[in-house]
């Protein structure tokens, strides 16, 4: 395959491990952040996290994946992304940190300031990245300042500008109520009903916000004019499979629900990568500064060699991934015996 | 070689962009989080590769023979081996991204090769451990009794495997192979797959860390069983199988790791001669060399200040021959500076001669400890003495520090390069004027704050659990 091919087919790769990463980790950083209203009690806690405890650990490997993708694939944006976006990644990483350690740690004692410093540890570990993702992918778009040698110039409250925030809310409502149908889905009784309720309540926001990001991005990104890819009625999509979530919910359908958060996540993620490429990350400050998948990319020879690798091993992924849900698909009730 | 072009360039834009003492201010800190994350992360690693191992061997014994010790044995250390993965886990994700926060320059250096291990590792390794790991945790009830065995398994060659990556992207630092310099010279690229992976190095350093997780999950199983044996704490029976297994697994990878270490020292006599040199404190070449079992020296004047030596042993070490030259610093410096241009290259000599001899005299004292383990278990001798009992109940720090200083010696033993001959590390750190040294600060201090609350938590609910014996992990 000649460089070019493999340049698009790696951009295509990223996009779908951020999808896959959104859709899998966004229903758990739903489920962390709304741990203090489903739980009552200890034991109900427990319930709500062991809904997601065989799964949370394999949904992050995702993000590892993919950073391990850009590293190998486009290591200046990796280089540029990771030292421009410092503080906020430092952010991330200490919230990831508590937040993967306090499921394994939090029953390992019957104190309950031990069990709560913990439980504070999921959710602020939950919604922290919930909300940064959303700043992140809002800055990949809108554009950060990059200098002629592809160093970002700009500082920590660069990133923070009122459309990546409200990118940001979009992504931390959408991913909560991704995490409350999940929680419809996985509990039984009372956290059954906790849980619609919920799901029908955030369903407001999550909606209100979608929409005030949607034509933010059409007035603040170059999303509309540039079309890097026009991305045609995708994001039409992800709008109505949103609106229909309610309409799934009210008749009972948690199932289909759940279908339909994740398909508006991953269209908006598509949305997303179709307006940047072939760019990878805009310059504000010159648009021939910005990083593409030609000028940022590894050579053929190393695309050739992760796409052969990434053949054989994404679809065996895929397999055992979907078997351990498949394994793990009852409810999870207060009487349920639970590891964590 | 083309890298010289690279030097250049990369000069260039540090002076236009920044000032040459915020460079090195970012340069130190950059390298004290490096050596402080990396430490701590391979702190527990060593731990979970061994565990894993051991668990999924008391779980397949159970499988075989139907005997429930070995179904409360393998729960036993199963539950030990979680609390640790959790944090190898979360300082993992912190060693991946810090090479792109602090080390842009490197990353965009080597990211054509280096990259590929990490993502590599990411989706054949870290996939499978987490996903069956998962399985496992909470499949007890769920899945058919060889299924699940089979699933604590696939976390055992997961972890080990992602070992095998991580040090396919070490070796290339270590000894670059299968790359060439881009046409201009801003980046090195790969020209062979197969020879990155099958890079002598990796083979080399591979079994080394892998029987080093086995010594060290061998000593936590020893001194644990010993402990609950010597307390008289309930299920005697099962601790003694439990030692019975920790003491030849423990001799088993003492022996091994000493063995692996010794090949790889005599390879790295050709490969890395100034790291052996260095970890040596050889000043001048010599032939046949002499092993300094302790030595006072003076870095500046390259010279002993005080020095007991046996003759001839260095050159047996290197060689399996009591004659033969072993190359000194003071003659690598001079062909350094032939090959790559006026410099230092000489890295901490008081460094890496110290890391070696707490390595090598950890790993002795191990070989000791697994000795007299082993020996008590073939005689079915369980009543400890007071020696054997310090012995016993201290001997899994040794791996630990074994462990901390190997890799000490091994990163900065290849200073001050980065990428041994191609890049050096004061040229891969991120410019100052992407990252301030301020910002580095911030997150030196808050690595070190949490990794070592975190630590001291893990150490905690270890005892706690180890302690608390078989209905523990029920």
Redesign the interface.
């Known amino acids: 395959m000649d460089l070019q091919t493999l340049q698009i087919i790696w951009f295509v790769l990223v996009a779908v491990l951020f999808t896959g990463y959104f859709i899998l980790e966004g229903f758990d950083f739903g489920v962390g952040i709304l741990l203090p209203f489903m739980g009552k009690d200890d034991l109900e806690r427990r319930a709500v996290i062991n809904t997601i ?3 949370w ?2 949904n ?2 995702w993000l ?2 993919a ?10 944006w ?7 976006f ?2 906020a ?2 952010l991330m ?2 919230a ?2 508590f937040r ?2 306090a ?3 939090r029953s ?2 019957d104190s309950s300031a031990w069990r709560s410093f913990w439980d504070w540890s999921i959710f602020l570990g939950s919604a922290i990245p919930a909300l940064l993702w959303g700043v992140a992918m809002a800055n990949f778009i809108r554009g950060v300042p990059i200098d002629a ?5 700009g500082g920590f409250f660069n990133l923070l500008n009122p459309y990546a925030l409200a990118c940001g809310l979009a992504s931390l409502s959408v991913f909560t109520l991704h995490g409350a149908v999940f929680l419809t889905l996985k509990t039984t009784d009372k956290l059954h009903e906790r849980a619609m309720g919920l799901a029908k309540k955030l369903w407001i926001p999550a909606t209100v916000l979608s929409l005030v990001f949607g034509v933010y991005t059409y007035f603040e990104t170059d999303i509309s004019t540039r079309l890097g890819v026009n991305p045609g009625a995708i994001p039409i999509f992800s709008v109505l499979s949103l609106l229909s979530v309610i309409v799934l919910l009210n008749k009972g359908a948690s199932g289909w629900a759940f279908v339909m958060t994740a398909i508006s996540i991953a269209f908006s993620t598509i949305t997303i990568f179709m307006g940047l490429f072939p760019r990878v990350l805009v310059s504000s400050t010159n648009s021939d500064w910005s990083l593409t998948i030609y000028n940022a990319s ?2 053929q ?2 695309l050739g ?2 796409t052969t ?2 053949a054989i ?2 679809p065996i ?1 895929l397999l ?2 979907g078997w ?1 849900y498949w ?2 698909r009852q409810r999870i009730s207060k009487d349920s ?1 639970m ?1 964590y | 070689m083309g890298a010289r072009g690279f030097f250049i360039v990369v000069t260039t ?1 540090n002076n236009t ?1 920044t000032s040459q003492q915020s460079i090195m201010d970012t340069l130190f800190l950059a390298r004290l989080q490096f050596a402080l994350t990396s430490v701590f992360h391979f702190f527990f690693v060593p731990l979970t590769l061994g565990l894993s191992i051991f668990t999924a061997i008391m779980e397949t014994a159970w499988v075989r023979t139907g005997k429930e010790k070995y179904r409360q044995l393998a729960k036993f250390w199963g539950h030990l081996f ?2 640790n ?3 190898g ?3 993992g ?2 060693m ?2 810090q ?4 080390w ?2 490197y ?2 250096f ?7 291990p ?7 390794a ?3 451990e ?6 496992w ?3 007890w ?3 058919p009794k060889g299924l699940h065995a089979a699933a604590i398994w696939l976390v055992a060659i997961g972890s080990n495997l992602s070992a095998l990556w991580i040090l396919v992207a070490n070796s290339f630092m270590q000894s670059p192979v299968g790359f060439h310099m ?1 046409a201009d010279g801003s ?1 090195a ?3 062979s ?1 197969s020879e990155l992976l099958f890079n002598p190095y990796v083979w080399l350093q591979f079994p080394h860390v892998i029987t080093a997780g086995i010594a060290t999950g061998g000593f936590l199983v020893i001194a644990v069983s010993a402990w609950h044996l010597m307390k008289k704490t309930r299920d005697e029976e099962q601790f003694r199988t439990s030692l019975r297994f920790g003491a030849i697994y423990a001799f088993i990878g003492s022996l091994l790791v000493t063995l692996a270490g010794h090949t790889q020292m005599q390879e790295m006599v050709h490969n890395q001669p100034m790291k052996v040199a260095a970890a040596e404190a050889l000043w001048h070449s010599e032939n046949p060399a002499s092993f300094s079992l302790f030595t006072v020296g003076d870095e500046k004047k390259m010279e002993d200040v005080f020095s007991i030596r046996i003759p001839g042993m260095l050159s047996f070490l290197a060689y399996n021959n009591f004659s033969g030259e072993v190359k000194g610093i003071s003659e690598l410096q001079e062909e350094a500076v032939a090959k790559y241009g006026p410099g230092d290259y000489i890295p901490s000599v008081i460094t890496a001669y110290w890391s070696f001899r707490f390595m090598v005299g950890a790993g002795t004292l191990m070989l000791l400890a697994a000795a007299v383990a082993l020996f008590k278990v073939i005689r079915e001798d369980y009543t400890f003495d007071k020696l054997t009992s310090a012995l016993l109940l201290s001997a899994f720090i040794l791996p630990f520090i074994a462990s901390s200083a190997g890799w000490i010696l091994t990163e900065m033993g290849r200073q001050p390069w980065i990428v041994v001959g191609l890049l050096k590390t004061e040229q891969a750190v ?2 100052a ?3 301030s040294s301020s ?1 580095l600060l ?2 030196v201090v ?1 690595f070190t704050l ?1 990794y070592s609350a ?1 630590t001291l ?1 893990d150490v905690l ?1 270890l005892k ?2 180890a302690m608390a014996g078989l209905h523990g992990a029920e």
């Open positions: 405890g065989p799964f650990d394999g992050e490997v590892i994946t950073g391990g993708a850009i590293f190998a694939a486009f290591p200046h990796y280089a540029t992304l990771f030292s421009g410092y503080l990644l430092l990483l200490v990831l940190i993967g350690l499921f394994e740690y390992k004692r040698s592809m160093n970002y110039t590894s050579s020879y190393t060699i992760m690798v990434a091993f994404v992924v055992y991934q351990s394994v793990f015996k590891e | 834009n962009s979680l609390i993965f959790a944090i886990v979360v300082t994700i912190v991946e991204f090479f792109g926060m602090n842009s320059q990353s965009r080597v990211g054509d090769i280096f990259g590929v990490l993502a590599i590792e990411a989706l054949l870290f996939f499978l987490s996903t069956f790991l998962g399985i945790v909470f499949g009830d769920r899945l881009a980046r690229e790969m020209t797959f991120t410019p004027s992407v990252v910002e911030t997150s808050v949490i975190l938590v609910l706690k659990y």
